[in-house]
Structure formats: structure tokens, C-alpha cells
């Protein structure tokens, strides 16, 4: 393939070392460059394993960062343009990531092979030397009885089922156990319903609905359909496999004290709970709770977490952002123009683009593939931040049948059209390529139409918490805009928004106040008045559901001067100020329609004006006014109050007994 020096000079700021056969020919000449300090990238993936313990046998203790140049640029009809898509995919290689932490899994082999027939016993005859083998049929179960007894076999229908790798727990129903004596068909024992079992695998051969939502991604879960003997096997090998202890990484942080779930049993933002295919998600209270173990890891929980509690770790928004920006600003130095991300991940997206390379006329020079874990982990602030640093466009490569709901993404996509299109950009910049055919997939690239980029791309570097980089991003977006727009409309779900309150009808008793999780709603000690902070509204609806007078509106947009903008006043009244000492201590109209409500209405206060003057007082003076003037909430007389010494004169007041009996 061929190399431009030059471009890949410009864009990555060093002299690249150039070579025909560094993994056979020149390898002492890789040992020269490992054993030298300094941070090092290779432009090959092929030989990664090679290469690392080269490196290890020189005495290198620093990481080597690795880049594929070959299949997604050298191997193009357009490679002799290619020069800067090599320098971008090498500056974006050379932006390390952190590990993430990891869960374990212990499997000790005990496996649940549910069937319908007897291929689930032929599973069952293959597994039976390595794990701990349990077959289920499902009735009618009308099978030939087997010829010996290595494994039980039982009849039953598995009603529910839950848990993951070395932790499933299953509900079955009609379920009974064989009769050793079947002869021509298997029989079984009587029949009971609720049976529970754990085992640590499932092998689900019964070829009817998976037991589990987005089956395919439930660690220990194997499904394979029994008239396919092949599929069937292989399920069979990758069941055999899972004995002993695993790891995978823990792809979602939490940090339930920004979760905006619920507050006082009032529900609020449940984007999380809506997306999660997994069903790893489950409310817990004010916030939610992400089971680490079921977690598949699609990302677009956090993606859709409006205030940063749920984030992605496989790598963190501000790693990828970082690999962004190093790619789109070397592409540019290196001379560059009108990129196009092509989002993908390694296990479909990968082959697809290598299949290109090898077969086909290869990537266009500008389509600049970008890898990731997960397509659906990507969120609004990648996107914003992408445009920002100059992308053109933006594709998101899915499979035609993707192995997961992928509702998250267009919901991201649907709320970054309008911001796109409001500043400036236009349509067509971002969109989905769901085809699983790499020719399908470089006649949608050919068809992009050209698109120019921002103006004045930014070089921002992303740093701290998610919501943070959110607004950053989304404010350097502006600045870079085409044309920019202070205030644009955005769909229902949106992270941001407003809020409006009809003031006719609020009586500013300051519950949202309570219940609002950022503070966006903020009331004042010194007087009764509702202030509002939009830069600060995640438009959770926790406001909304727990007004009483429901006088509250939510209007999702984004407002980029929201930022420095002071907060806004939605309702203010005059105070009350306390009869008794002047404090203000409520809302005048409030306490003088709970006056006029209760004067000579209710029979607390008919005939007694003076008790209405306590409800015209501050706490500490009401407190004070009950005491001195002995009220009763019921209008009986207050009980006489007896001391000791009241029992102490009573008796001395009495005569002794020797003037008793004289008397």
C-alpha cells in the first residue's frame, strides 16, 4: 500500500519510521525502536502478539498502541488519497484508555438442557463427560425412554427464569420426574407446578421463546435451534466451555446520588428503565439499580442518562471523545476535508470493512472508521463534540438485524437532527447504515452528499464528569456553527429543557422544590418566590408529577445562553409578615385565603377571634401565643396541672390521726 510521510508527519507531529517487513525482514529494527522510551504506535493489528513480546524480550516496559492502516485505508482504490485517514487512525490509536473494572462469574458446570425432544438427550449424551447434565422436556414428552441412566431426565415446561452465568434460578410447571420401568415411550411420576431449580448453565433447545429478553446477551443462556444439528453443536461446544471462573468488564458505573428516578414515591426520568434490553435495570427506591452481572453492556443507558449517574466505562465518554479529536484534528492538519465517522464495532462492523479491503475497492479515502464496544453507546455529547472538531457527517453501522433494541441511538440521533439543523449544518449529517453486506454498505458511503464542515472546528480537550463534557461540547458546537441559534426546540426525552408554571394557579407551596433531584428549581429563605435554573434541568418530570396543582409544563429545548444566564423567576408574592413580630414567613395571599376560609366557618374558631391570630403568626411566636393563652385544639378547658409539692400541702393540710380520733 502506499505511505504518505508527509501527511501522516503533519497530522500525528512526528516523523513516521517507515517499513516494508518490520515483523520478519526488519524485526531487529522494531527491536531498536521498542527498546527506546517514549510513547509508540504500530500501524499493524495483524501481528500485535508478535510485535508485544518483541517488546517484552527487549526489556520494554511501556505499552505499545496498535492501529489497523492496512484494510481501512491502504487497501482502497483510493489509498494513494489515504494519507491523512492514516495519520487520524494513528493520532486516535495513541490515545490510551482506561482499563474497566471487571465482574466474575462462577460457573461450577451444572447445566439445564430444556428440549422437546430427543435431541435435548443427544445434548445431554455430549455434555454428560464434562458438566453436570439435568435434561428437561417439555410435555408431551414423548420420547424413547434412554437406554441407561447417566443424567436425570424429567418432564416440565420452564415457566420463568432469572439470574445469569453460575446464577440462574428456574420456575417449572407440570414438572415430574422419569419412571425407571418406561419401556416403549418415556413415563414419568406425578405432576407438580412451582418446582424451582439453580443450575449454572441453561441450553435452551426447545426452539420456542427465549426465557430472556435479548437472550443473545445473557451470559450463560444458550439457544440453538433442534432441527439445525449443526447450531445445535456449536451451542453444545460453547456450553462445555463455561466451567470455572470468567470475567467480564463492568461496562456501566453508577452513581445513584444523580439518579433522577423517583423522589417521596413521585416517579421522574425513566430513560434507562425504557432502553435496557437486558433487563439488567430495576427501580430501587429514588434511584435505580443496574445489575452488573446481567449488564450486556450496549451502552445506552448511559448514553440517555440525562444527568451523568449511569456512565459507560468500556471506554468513558471523555476517553472517546479524546480518540475523536485526535483523529478529526490529524485528519485536518494532514490535510484532510470533509470527513465521514463511520461508527462500528469490532465484532460485525470489522469484518465488514476488512471484507471491503480484501474483495472489494475498499473505505473511501474520507470515511474515517471509528471503533467501538458498542454502536448504541455512543451519546449526544460524542455526536456534538464530532461536529464540533469538523466531521462532516456521521453513519452508524448496524447489523440488519440487530442483536439488541437499538431505541436508545435514535432517540440520540432524533434529538441531535433538530440541534444540527438549527445550527446551521442542515440535514443528512447523521444516520444509520444497517446492513450486514459490505457492498451495501460502500454504495450508502459513495452516496453521502458532500457536506461542509463546521467553519471554525474547535480543538476542546474533554475533561471532567458526563453532564459537564455534555454542555461543553454542546456550547463549542455553537461557537463553530454554521449558523447559530441561541434557543432550539427539542423532542420529549431531550436532556434539557425548560420549565413553565401557570402562576395563576400555583400557590408557591415550593414541593418541586423538594423533589427536584439538580436544583434547577430553587426557592428563597428571605421570600416566597419559585426561581429556575435551565442550565440545570435534566427534564427528569419530577417537578411535574409531584405538583399538586399541576400547573406545571415541561419544554424540552436547548437554550446555549442558558449557561450564564441568571436563574429565572416562574412565580413571586408578596410575604405575610407575622402579626406578632414582623418576620415574613408565608405567602400573604395563601394565609389570608386560609383566613377567610375558616372565619366564622369553622367551629374551631366561631366565637373565638383570637385563635385565628395564630395562623397570622411565624412558628416560634404561635408556639409561644398557644402557651401563654392556655388553647385547646378540641375547646374543652385545659386539665388542672398537679405538682409534687400541690401533694405535698394537700396531705400536710390533713389532721393526724390523734386529732381524728379526739374529734
Sequence with gaps: MPLDGDAISRGCHHEPAAATQLCRAELDRFRTLAAEDGPLTIACTQEARLFSDVAAESGRTQSIQFANIRETAGWSNDAARAGPKMAALLAAAAETAPSPPSVEFESGGVILICGRNETAIEAGNLLKDHLDVTVLIEPPAAIAPPRSDEFPVAKGKVIAARGHLGAFEVTVDDFAEAAPSSRGTLLFGPTRNNARSNCDIILDLTGGTPLFPAADLRDGYLRADPDHPTAMLQAVLKARDLLGTFEKPRYVTFDAKLCAHSRSGRTGCTRCLDLCPAGAITPAGDHVAIDADICAGCGQCAAACPTGAASYALPPEDTLMRKLRAMLIAYREAGGEQAVVLVHDEAHGAPLIDALARFGDGLPANVLPFAVNEVTQVGLESIAAAFAYGTSAMRFLLRAKPRHDVAGLKRTMAIADPILAGLGFGAERIATIETDDPDTLLETLRAIPSLSPAPHPASFRATGKKRDVLRFALGELHRAAPAPADIIALPVGAPFGAVEVDASGCTLCLSCVS?????????????????????????????????????ITLVPRIDFGAVRAPARILKEEEPFCCIRCGKPFGVKSTIERVVAKLEGKHWMYRGAPRKLDVIKMCDDCRVNFVAEQGFESYGVASPTVRTTDDYLRERDAQPSGTDRDQH
Design 515 to 551: 423533589a427536584c433531584p439538580t436544583s434547577a428549581l430553587r426557592d428563597d429563605p428571605e421570600r416566597p418566590v419559585l426561581r429556575f435554573v435551565e442550565d440545570a434541568c435534566v427534564q427528569c418530570g419530577l417537578c411535574k408529577s409531584t405538583c399538586p396543582e399541576k400547573v
